[in-house]
């Protein structure tokens, strides 16, 4: 009798698959497909049907694209490949060539931990074209000041620094803006969930204190030496006049990502 309940106790303690939850970015090793599954996974869908779901990957990831935000490898599974999940890498790897050849944009994993990807547009000025870095719409001239300030101040800047400087412009932190709204929004705010800017609180200060820094997707985007040379128009100087800066971006230039 004793052993019986013993035996019994040692099943109860065993956990049940049904009590594992997973995440779509943590997972489970046992649930990773075999070779033999993955090979008849292939099998089972059409190019047809493939084809179909590079078109959709690639529209979602567009219309995701179209407000900044980076894009989660668990959100595009989950709304939109969902059982061709098998078939990711094939289906991610189409896209971002259907990116390429027909967008002219690059499709770029900003970060490997979690996969997150955003669009960044690659394409450059064409032989003899004027170098102009005067953004399109007024937010994105906005974050063209702020960039070039983090950038020419070393890298990191304090936010106090930022506001003084748009005050300039007649930008000011608490003032709803009639072209940006809510500007403390949106540069705190929108501009980091944009991957644009990193908004860093700067340890033991006291009142609290935050810092600015170039964020993944500026990174990408941004030219710092075509930045450079814009500067350098500006104050009618040539971009080697700032050594430091003209360094870093002649490195970034020979090293392209």
């Known amino acids: 009798m004793s052993q019986r309940s013993a035996g019994s106790g040692a099943r109860r303690s065993r956990p049940g698959r049904s009590q594992v939850i997973l995440d779509d970015d943590e997972p489970d090793v046992s649930s990773q497909p075999s070779s033999s599954q993955v090979q008849r996974a292939r099998c089972s869908f059409t190019p047809q049907q493939i084809e179909q779901k590079v078109a959709e990957v690639v529209q979602f990831i567009l219309i995701k694209d179209q407000k900044k935000i980076p894009i989660r490898r668990a959100d595009v599974v989950k709304h939109v490949v969902k059982e061709y999940k098998g078939q990711y890498p094939g289906i991610i790897r189409r896209a971002g060539q259907t990116f390429e050849q027909v967008f002219g944009l690059n499709l770029v994993e900003i970060d490997s931990k979690n996969h997150v990807y955003i669009l960044v547009n690659k394409l450059h ?45 007649r930008v000011y932190e608490g003032v709803k803006h009639e072209e940006f709204g809510d500007v403390k929004k949106l540069v705190t705010d929108v501009f980091v969930r944009q991957k644009y800017l990193e908004y860093v609180r700067i340890p033991h200060t006291e009142p609290l204190e935050h810092e600015f820094r170039w964020g993944a997707r500026a990174e990408q985007e941004v030219s ?34």
């Open 125 to 169: 000025p064409l032989p003899g074209e004027p170098i102009s870095m005067c953004p399109g719409s007024p937010k994105t001239g906005l974050l063209f000041v702020i960039l070039s300030l983090i950038f020419m101040k070393g890298g990191t800047v304090k936010e106090i620094l930022v506001w003084n400087t748009l005050k300039k412009l």
């Open 224 to 257: 710092k030496m075509k930045l450079l040379q814009f500067i350098g128009e500006l104050h009618n100087e040539e971009p080697q006049t700032w050594t430091q800066q003209y360094r870093e971006a002649a490195s970034v230039e020979s090293n392209p990502r």
